[in-house]
């Protein structure tokens, strides 16, 4: 069974441009999530996704950001226009329904903003 | 508010010793604790997790981990160190019926051999 896959795995940019990166989860989680790790600080929540629906993206940090679930399946985060501050590494992750179930996590994507 | 606490930026061990790694939390209500591990450009990936029932949760590649409640504190142990345990590990709480994970900011270990 594949995991949970995400693209790319880097990618640099220049402050002002946009980028979008994508999460396939695993096959019949229907949550989804994304995280962002700061500069070697803790991993921060940025939302929640039930099948296609947001169920919380209260973590979102400003609307220069908007993630989608087209079909509640793959998902994507766009970052438009990214800031030098947005440099992070971006985790999704998937998870059956129940909340005592671990999460399964990507690689991440390693986003620079120069 | 929940918060997640690891107090060691990063801990050394030799190869063959026991090791721990701390991590303390703060949540309103039952919390659901996780250990997570992340090697070198590889993602996270679970190591155990603690629910209810015994405090003491056994997970993969030998780790354990033992809930405390009176102490608020769910530490990350194993008996016998392996240069291939040296990562980043980090340890995050879920409240109970909640989805949200709140993390620690992590922990490097450092395994010599």
């Known amino acids: 069974e594949a995991g949970v896959t995400q693209f790319p795995s880097h990618s640099v940019i220049e402050k002002g441009q946009t980028v979008t990166l994508r999460c396939d989860p695993i096959?019949?989680?229907?949550?989804l999530y994304w995280y962002r790790r700061v500069m070697g600080k803790e991993i921060k929540f940025l939302l929640h996704?039930?099948?296609?629906?947001?169920?919380?993206e209260s973590g979102m940090p400003n609307n220069r950001f908007l993630a989608e679930r087209t079909g509640g399946t793959y998902s994507t985060l766009k970052v438009q226009p990214a800031e030098l501050e947005d440099s992070g590494v971006y985790f999704c992750?998937?998870?059956?329904?129940?909340?005592?179930?671990?999460?399964?996590f990507g690689q991440g994507t390693r986003l620079t903003v120069v | 508010a929940q918060s997640v606490a690891q107090p060691e930026d990063q801990v050394n061990v030799a190869e063959g010793n026991p090791l721990t790694v701390k991590c303390t939390y703060s949540?309103?209500?039952?919390?659901?604790l996780f250990w997570y591990v992340q090697y070198p450009n590889r993602g996270l990936q679970f190591l155990l997790k603690?629910?209810?029932?015994d405090n003491l949760v056994k997970g993969s590649y030998g780790f354990e981990a033992e809930f405390n409640k009176s102490q608020t504190s769910f530490h990350l142990k194993k008996p016998s160190a392996l240069v291939s345990d040296s990562a980043l590990y980090f340890c995050?709480?879920?409240?109970?019926?909640?989805?949200?994970?709140?993390w620690g900011a992590g922990t490097k270990l450092i395994i010599k051999p």
């Open positions: 096959s019949g989680h229907d949550n």
């Open positions: 992750a998937s998870s059956q329904v129940p909340s005592n179930t671990e999460a399964f």
């Open positions: 949540v309103s209500g039952n919390p659901y």
């Open positions: 603690y629910i209810t029932g």
């Open positions: 996704f039930v099948k296609e629906s947001k169920q919380d």
């Open positions: 995050a709480v879920r409240e109970g019926g909640n989805y949200q994970l709140i």
